[in-house]
């Protein structure tokens, strides 16, 4: 037989095939694979972008900053000096309120407050007790007197990166940063800007969008906020420890006493199924005050309510079930401080009510396990089961920095 070779000028010619008449394969719907190691990989790609960014790229294009003088009285905004001396928060007023309310009557609180010096909230100077001007009485510090803690003086550069900024919110508690830089010229302190927590996590929602995706394990398995505990202390009381909540019936003033004793900024208005039919915040009790109301805070929630601005946003809520990517796409879209995690059809089934009180997320809750307090590949199947001992660890880290 002949041995025949084939070349490329041997070869013979195959019939061109006709084009193919089928419709192109549609693009798949199923969502993407959910993986305790793509979950991580994603997580340890959002902490690598904010080691490599500053606060300066969280700067709006716009900003407006309020500098107050720890000597400024609260109708004369006058400086004597510029030194960083601290942060003025919606619950320094808070713990205000609550000392009058307890030491003072409206009169003279309404005339304490005409001289009333920032430096008698906390010890800040040698000579920081405040005169009461109607009984000549000295009253101590406000944070001493009400036996609540001092916020520690906080403060970072611009440059720092989003990942040092968000360490120290983390481990001082804090919701806001203050920014300093230093005047080259006269060498004086300069407040730039202020960093909160919401803007951090807003940055990430914005710039983290793939990674942010990828973050589909539940709220519940990662153990993000704080939830009904089924195993309370035996001498509570509270169905719902340790969430500290309130009925439309209950006085305003047991909730400012909550926001004080407590350091919280919100308490979940609950029916007498648990279910959650409002939220009550600190902005309420100063809109009381600022309209004059100060002897509204015997009112009840549901009176006070009433008074609310009709702007507020309302309650948002979500499920234990719910991904910590659905929350920071939530964050994207809307300003959100915190969400109310209620019982939903799952646990419907299970005999629970749809709408009852089950946890609260904060911001810091989301921070402190996006920024590392939690280990990466550390979640639980429940809500009172403790965290796993064995973490997994990332197999690969994503190359590809946040888009």
Same mark, same amino acid.
């Given at each position: ?7 490329? $000028? ?25 993986? /305790? ?24 294009? +716009?900003?407006?900053?309020?500098? @107050? ?28 309120? /609550? ?28 000579? +920081? ?20 803690? *001092? ?20 481990? *001082? ?35 983290? $969008? ?26 509570? *009381? ?62 009840? #929630? ?23 990517? $659905? ?30 009180? @089950?946890?609260? #997320? $904060? ?27 064995? *973490? ?12």
């Amino acid at each position: 037989m002949m041995n025949a070779s084939l070349s490329p $000028t041997q070869s013979p010619r195959t019939p061109k095939r006709k084009p193919s008449t089928r419709r192109p394969r549609a693009p798949s719907h199923l969502p993407p694979v959910q993986s /305790q190691e793509a979950h991580d990989a994603a997580l340890h790609a959002i902490r690598n972008v904010l080691k490599g960014r500053t606060c300066y790229d969280a700067f709006p294009v +716009s900003y407006r900053l309020i500098v @107050l003088d720890t000597k400024l009285n609260v109708k004369k905004a006058l400086h004597e000096k510029s030194k960083f001396a601290g942060m003025l928060t919606v619950l320094d007023i808070i713990h205000l309120i /609550q000392y009058y309310y307890d030491n003072a009557n409206y009169d003279t609180a309404t005339a304490d407050v005409e001289t009333f010096r920032l430096e008698s909230l906390r010890g800040q100077s040698t000579f +920081s007790l405040l005169m009461c001007s109607c009984c000549s009485t000295i009253i101590p510090d406000i944070e001493k007197s009400l036996g609540v803690a *001092t916020p520690p003086m906080l403060r970072e550069h611009p440059s720092s990166t989003f990942y040092d900024a968000a360490k120290l919110l983390i481990q *001082t508690h804090a919701r806001r940063l203050p920014l300093l830089d230093y005047d080259t010229e006269t060498g004086h302190e300069v407040i730039v800007s202020v960093l909160t927590q919401y803007r951090l996590l807003k940055f990430i929602s914005i710039n983290c $969008t793939r990674e942010v995706q990828q973050l589909h394990l539940s709220l519940r398995k990662l153990k993000i906020g704080t939830y009904v505990s089924q195993n309370p202390p035996p001498d509570n *009381t509270n169905p719902y420890w340790p969430i500290a909540t309130a009925t439309l019936d209950s006085p305003v003033f047991d909730v400012v006493h909550m926001f004080s004793e407590r350091a919280i900024s919100a308490v979940p208005i609950i029916d007498k199924d648990g279910v959650v039919v409002n939220l009550y915040e600190t902005v309420d009790v100063i809109t009381l005050v600022r309209l004059g109301a100060y002897q509204a805070l015997d009112l009840t #929630i549901s009176e006070a309510l009433n008074q609310r601005s009709p702007d507020f946003p309302g309650v948002v809520i979500c499920t234990a079930g719910d991904s910590l990517g $659905t929350l920071l796409q939530l964050i994207k879209k809307r300003r959100v401080h915190r969400l109310v995690v209620v019982q939903g059809e799952e646990e419907e089934k299970r005999g629970g009510k749809k709408g009852r009180l @089950l946890g609260i #997320i $904060t911001l810091s809750d989301v921070l402190r396990y996006l920024i590392g307090n939690v280990a990466i590949g550390e979640g639980i199947d429940s809500i009172e089961e403790s965290a796993s001992s064995s *973490t997994d660890k990332v197999q690969q880290a994503v190359e590809n920095p946040c888009s």
